[in-house]
C-alpha cells in the first residue's frame, strides 16, 4: 500500500524559511509527477509547485523566486524549500504524487507564518 508521509511543517516569523519533505513508500515504480498543494482557511486547495522526472518544473506566480521544488528518485522523495515566507503562505500544504495511473496525498504539514 503506499503512503506518503510529510514532515518539516512549523511556524515561523516572515521572511524565515522551512523545508517541506514527503517520502513515498510501498512503491519501486518510477514516479513521474510529484507536487506540493495548499490550503489556507477558508480557501480552495491550491498548486504550489510540481516536479516532472522529465526535468519540468512549474511554480505558483505566489512563490516564483522564493520556493523551489527538488526531488530525489532514488528514494521516492520530493523536498519544497521555501525562503522569504510570508504571512499569506501560511496553511496546510499537501504532498502529491502521480504514478499507476493513481494520484496520492499525503496527510498534510502545517505552515504558519506569522507577521
Known amino acids: 500500500q503506499v503512503q506518503l508521509v510529510e514532515s518539516g511543517g512549523g511556524l515561523v516569523q516572515a521572511g524565515g524559511s522551512l523545508r517541506l519533505s514527503c517520502v513515498a513508500s510501498?512503491?519501486?515504480?518510477?514516479?513521474?509527477?510529484m507536487g506540493w498543494y495548499r490550503q489556507a482557511p477558508g480557501r480552495q486547495r491550491e498548486p504550489v509547485a510540481a516536479?516532472?522526472?522529465?526535468?519540468?518544473?512549474e511554480y505558483a506566480d505566489s512563490v516564483k523566486g522564493r520556493f523551489t521544488i527538488s526531488r530525489d528518485n532514488a528514494k521516492n522523495t520530493v523536498f519544497l524549500q521555501m525562503n522569504n515566507l510570508k504571512p499569506e503562505d501560511t496553511g496546510v500544504y499537501y504532498c502529491?504524487?502521480?504514478?499507476?495511473?493513481?494520484?496520492?496525498w499525503g496527510q498534510g504539514t502545517q505552515v504558519t507564518v506569522s507577521s
Open positions: 516536479a516532472t522526472s522529465g526535468g519540468r518544473r
Open positions: 502529491n504524487m502521480q504514478f499507476n495511473w493513481r494520484t496520492y
Open positions: 510501498g512503491s519501486d515504480t518510477r514516479i513521474n509527477y
